[in-house]
């Protein structure tokens, strides 16, 4: 019976690493810091590079780049002392080339060891020095006079490891490991048919293969990821995640929530009150929210829509439907300044309606702070906040909706923790995740597997596309004059000042740096600063008046990167834009264009321009399109950094890239679905497989 035959398999892979022979507690212990607790977690801790040490190259045929080993007799040892000790050894081979091998440590044996006539095999990276090729800290060892070097028959697999745990005694516990490897059949979790129907290969040899690849096999596409073993590998992980996605959202769905149906009065009255129609597209993504809403299970719904389609009023529109129905919700923005913008934008819009918005960030503090905990314990209706919302000490009376803005920059875990605040037995809060950077489909589908998704594909009517140019900051006295003509004729400028990861003084200083200069070149227009330095209440009165068209120009950090909403202006100026991302030139730009008229970006920048650095201001000027825009940013960084998650490590795969790899979610999610219906343990042992041992690995 098949089922046995999966016990088989599990008692081999389940048993402790330390079960192997000769791994004792330190090497155990070593290994358990890797996440490497069972003989399977060996099975699948996977190279993340080759080195190719089956053959030697000569000298002569060396270029710059190359990964290599070589084999030479030292013609010359030289030890430096002018600026930090050096020892350089030449070594040359029958190519009769020479070679340089370079360390900046070492011991008085090693230069015991290198003296001339010695032959050495060498292994190192290959480049271009001063003096010509070299390689620096070479690994290298001593050949008996006439030997013939030993050569290794498979490409030698470097694996992820830690302090202590060399890359020869991990090889060769992996190497113990899979001389456990049980029969294909039994190894494999992808059921037979599945695996057939999409032209799987199998499990067996494809460990078998990356862990040892033959001699000739193809290196390049070993280093890129893309042998056919590697994309069987990253198919069963991408599969893995995607299950347990799935997992984690159908366990959600079996709880309950609170039906929010609401009797329509006050989103009718807000509707009523608004100087705009809702376009279709918000109108329908609206209606799939007070649909969910509306439902006893919970909702887990992603709002994608881009800078400036309005998104806001969809999130206010929900929150009324459940202060109709008399629950709680939280809104959490993931900057201290949009969660104002937020706070502003409901109180206008709600407070006419009688409902009250709470302001809970980590400056309110004190007397201040004890006081709106109260009123949130007692069941405020609305509560807008940063992350401080989800500190111990918050509790909510009744929570039905949990809303979070710009989902990207939160991890998952954080929105779990919010959503914990709302747990009463097994009810939890419905929740609603916006998101201002477009995902592109395919990543959506795979990081995004636990919620639905709705597109707020249109922006509101009278928008026009914003004509962008990159100038070199050589030419910044004509930018400036480009300023003051566009203020001669009424329109608004704004300057964006964008000094990154340095301090907010450090930026503030330069807003102000900027500011003299443009007040002193612009003798006849009124200009503005704001940044991030400033109290609430002075931003406030500085943007009041930009927004009443008092200033023409505001010079401001990347503070108005969200929330800043003045149609009038239509000249925006980013300094330094080589220093940022695609998504965050996309959202600054997204503060013009708002209103009729013509508008217009200028992307100054510093030459020299690196390469990525112009491909990504050449995007700015092709396209206005958040959609293409994201999916150019995915190609250009990856898909850990688009979403946010590097740092939380959320989506670190051991072999799969979604960027590479994106052709295989079709079918990874075909087969997913299969397995989620027909063969739920099956499933389960693929996730314990792959996440089991990283998951403990992550909680310790
Ligand atoms: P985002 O999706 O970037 O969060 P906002 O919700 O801030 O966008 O909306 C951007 C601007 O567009 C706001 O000034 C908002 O009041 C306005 N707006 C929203 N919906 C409409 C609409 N249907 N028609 C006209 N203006 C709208
Ligand atoms: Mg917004």
Not at 92 to 98: F, P, V
Not at 610 to 637: S, Y
Request: with cysteine; proline share 5%.
């Amino acid at each position: 019976m098949p089922s046995d035959k999966l016990l088989i398999a599990d008692a081999a892979g389940l048993r402790p690493v330390g079960s192997l022979p000769g791994i004792g507690p330190a090497l155990a212990d070593a290994l358990s810091r890797l996440g490497l607790e069972r003989v399977q977690d060996l099975w699948f801790h996977l190279p993340l590079r080759y080195e190719d040490r089956t053959r030697i190259s000569t000298i002569a045929e060396l270029r710059a780049g190359d990964r290599v080993q070589v084999q030479g007799v030292v013609e010359a040892v030289e030890r430096g002392f002018r600026y930090r000790p050096q020892l350089k050894v030449a070594v040359s081979d029958d190519s009769r080339q020479t070679l340089l091998l370079r360390f900046f440590h070492f011991h008085r044996a090693q230069v015991d060891q290198l003296q001339p006539g010695r032959r050495l095999l060498i292994y190192g990276e290959v480049r271009l020095g001063s003096q010509g090729l070299e390689m620096v800290h070479p690994q290298y060892q001593r050949l008996a006079d006439d030997a013939e070097p030993a050569m290794e028959d498979r490409l030698t697999p470097v694996y992820p490891t830690t302090e202590g745990l060399g890359q020869k005694r991990i090889a060769g516990v992996i190497a113990k490991a899979l001389a456990l490897l049980p029969p294909a059949e039994q190894l494999e979790l992808i059921p037979p048919e599945l695996a057939a129907a999409h032209g799987l290969t199998s499990l067996r040899d494809a460990l078998l293969y990356v862990h040892r690849p033959p001699a000739d096999a193809h290196v390049e596409q070993l280093t890129l990821g893309r042998h056919p073993a590697q994309q069987r590998l990253a198919f069963e992980e991408l599969l893995t995640q995607h299950l347990s996605l799935k997992r984690m959202r159908a366990a959600v769905r079996r709880r309950h929530a609170p039906a929010l149906g609401g009797d329509g009065t006050l989103r009718k009255q807000l509707l009523n009150g608004l100087p705009f129609a809702l376009t279709g597209a918000q109108q329908r993504v609206s209606d799939d929210v007070a649909v969910d809403i509306a439902k006893s299970r919970p909702m887990l719904r992603l709002v994608q829509g881009d800078v400036g389609s309005g998104k806001t009023v969809v999130a206010a529109l929900a929150a009324l439907a459940a202060a109709e129905t008399g629950y709680q919700v939280a809104l959490m923005a993931p900057t201290e300044l949009l969660a104002e913008q937020h706070l502003r934008n409901f109180r206008h819009w709600l407070q006419p309606l009688g409902v009250e918005v709470e302001w809970l960030a980590g400056k309110v503090t004190g007397k201040a702070r004890q006081q709106a905990l109260s009123r949130v314990a007692l069941g405020a209706p609305i509560v807008v906040g940063t992350h401080a919302l989800m500190q111990e000490g918050v509790a909510f009376a009744r929570l039905g909706l949990v809303i979070v803005d710009e989902q990207h920059r939160f991890g998952v875990q954080q929105r779990l923790a919010l959503r914990d605040k709302g747990l009463e037995g097994d009810q939890v809060p419905h929740q609603l995740v916006l998101t201002a950077t477009p995902i592109p489909r395919t990543l959506a589908m795979s990081a995004y597997a636990d919620l639905d998704v709705s597109s707020i594909d249109e922006l509101p009517p009278g928008r026009t596309p914003v004509q962008t140019i990159a100038i070199s900051n050589a030419r910044r006295v004509e930018v400036i004059e480009r300023i003051h003509a566009a203020c001669s004729e009424g329109r608004q400028v704004y300057w964006v000042c964008t000094l990154i990861e340095e301090s907010e003084q450090l930026r503030a200083q330069a807003a102000e740096v900027a500011h003299a200069e443009l007040s002193a070149a612009l003798s006849d227009c009124k200009v503005g600063l704001i940044h991030g330095r400033m109290k609430p209440k002075e931003k406030q009165a500085v943007m009041d008046a930009f927004t009443a068209g008092e200033l023409a120009v505001l010079v401001a950090t990347t503070v108005i990167e969200v929330g800043v909403d003045v149609p009038n202006a239509s000249l925006m100026v980013i300094e330094n834009s080589e220093r940022l991302g695609l998504a965050q030139l996309h959202q600054l730009r997204g503060r013009v264009g708002r209103g009729a008229v013509a508008s217009n970006c200028v992307l100054l920048y510093q030459p020299p321009l690196g390469q990525l650095a112009r491909e990504r201001l050449q995007v700015m000027r092709d396209t206005n399109d958040g959609f293409r825009i994201a999916e150019k940013d995915l190609e250009l960084r990856g898909p850990g950094e688009v979403l946010g998650t590097r740092q939380t490590g959320q989506l670190s795969f051991r072999i799969a890239d979604l960027s590479r790899d994106a052709h295989l979610l079709p079918a990874v999610q075909q087969v997913g679905a299969e397995m989620l219906r027909h063969h739920a343990k099956r499933a389960e042992q693929l996730i314990e497989r792959w996440v089991g041992g990283a998951a403990r690995y992550a909680h310790a």
